[in-house]
């Protein structure tokens, strides 16, 4: 069993270490395993923006498999302050800004219910083999998923492959349903 802190550390170096084609193509692996899911008779799918300076996974991949599936895409914008995210639909009029810490967020536009939303693609640096994710370690995506339907589906994207275990996990953590990476699918 490995804690948190170690885990964001181990991930985030292994992430630098990415070349530029590398994460291209672990990225468009990643959206072609997402078709093997049952997860596409839904209509409401929450995706998050690469952040391209911590050599996050290129969501566009995904995006562009949504938009022509005629799926209504949510985006976030998040609340330092309050630790919480604002969901928006985007649509072509969505004007989108990198906020004062590099991420893609939406400006305004239709807010969209948590409740509403059907399936979340979340960001990770690191799981284990029975669903709990590492992330960057400020809470936005357990808080934002336990105001979600109990129902909604919670899909993690990483690069890399599972570890045993983590070890300090805390009652606030949400477990996934799935964890896609360029090679496995993992459902929990």
């Given amino acids: 069993m490995v804690k948190k802190a170690e885990l964001r550390k181990k991930y985030k170096a292994l992430r630098h270490k990415l070349d530029p084609k590398d ?8 959206a072609n395993q997402l078709l093997k899911l ?4 839904y209509s409401f799918y929450h995706i998050y923006l690469s952040i391209q300076e911590l050599k996050e996974i290129n969501t566009e991949y995904i995006l562009n498999i949504l938009s022509g599936k005629d799926k209504h895409i949510v985006i976030s914008r998040s609340n330092f302050k309050t630790g919480t995210m604002v969901n928006f639909l985007l649509t072509d ?3 989108i800004k990198k906020n004062s810490r590099g991420i893609p967020e939406p400006v305004d536009g239709i807010e969209i219910e948590n409740t509403t ?26 808080q934002f ?37 360029p090679h496995t699918v993992y459902a929990f």
């Fill in 23 to 30: 994460i291209e193509e672990c990225s468009l692996a990643i």
């Fill in 117 to 142: 939303i059907n399936v979340v693609f979340v960001p990770l640096l690191a799981f284990d083999r029975v669903g709990h994710r590492v992330g960057y370690g400020k809470g936005f995506y357990d």
């Fill in 38 to 41: 049952p997860i596409w008779n």
């Fill in 93 to 95: 009029n969505t004007v």
């Fill in 145 to 181: 998923l336990g105001t979600c339907n109990p129902e909604v589906l919670k899909i993690g994207l990483s690069f890399f492959e599972a570890e045993d275990a983590v070890e300090d996990l805390n009652p606030n953590d949400i477990k996934l349903n799935y964890c896609v990476t």
